[in-house]
C-alpha cells in the first residue's frame, strides 16, 4: 500500500511539473519585429548584396498608355516616367530586363541598334510581342554629326529597316547615338513619320559605377525634375542589377511609369484628293 501511495505521489509531481514548464516558458528572445512594414497585402524580399528591401506581390507601378504623333505630344504629368533602353539588344541582358518589368507588370520603350537587331531577330521579336514601344537608334551607333546629311540619313533609313524587320512590327521612335542631333536631321527624321526620343534623366549606367550608386543617381535627378524619360542601357550588366532596386524605389515613392504608343497621323481628305490630282494630271 505505501508502495502504491509513493508511486502515485511520484507521478502526480511529474504531470505537475510539466504543465507548469508548458505555461510558463521563456519567450522566445530569437525572433526578432522588423522595423520596416510591407504594405497590407506585400512581403518584404531583402536580396542582393546592398540589402535593399524589395515589394514582392502585386505591384501598382504601371501607369497610363501615352498615344503621340510628334515630340510636341509627349507631356508627362508629375511623378510620371519612361523607361527607356538603348544599343540592345543582346542575349543575356535584354531578355533579363524583359523579365524584371514583366515582374513589376510595366513596359519600356526599347531604341535598337539595327545590326543587334539583325544579329538577334528573335529577341528582337520578343521586345515587341512583351508589348513594349520600339523604335531605332541607327544601324550601327554612328555619330551622325560627322556624317554628312545624306550618309546619316542613309544611316537613320538602313536601321530602321533592320529594326522593321527583325521586331516584325513598324518603327515609330528614334534617338540620336551620342544625343548628337541637328535640325536638320530631326526635321527629315520626323518627316518619316518618328518620333525623336529625347533624354530627360541619363542614369549613366555605362559608368564603372555601382548600381546603387546609378540608381541614386537617377532617383536625385528625378526629384529635381518631378517627371521624364530614363535613359538606360539594356547590353549592360550594371543595368540589370540596378533595374529591380530602380523599380522598387519608384514605386515606393508614387511614380508611375508610362508607356508609349505611336498615333499615325489621318491625312485630311483634301490634302488625298489634292494628291490623286496631281496623280491624274
Known sequence: MYRFFLLYCMALTAALSACSTTRQASPDTSIKTSSVIAPEGRALAYTGDDATPRLTGPHHLAGRTLEVSSLSDLKLQDKEVILSFDDGPIPGRTDKVLAILDQFGVKGAFMMVGEMAERHPALARKVAEDGNTIGSHTYDHANLNSLSFDAAMAEVIKGELAVTKATGTDVSFFRFPYLAESHRLRAAIAMRDMVVMDVDIDSKDYFTTTRVSATQRTMNLLHKR?????LM??????TVTMLPNLLSRL??????????????TEVPNTVVASADFVTIR
Open 226 to 230: 518631378g517627371c521624364g524619360i530614363i
Open 233 to 238: 542601357h539594356d547590353i549592360h550588366k550594371r
Open 251 to 264: 514605386e515606393a515613392e508614387g511614380y508611375k511609369v508610362v508607356t508609349l504608343k505611336f498615333k499615325k
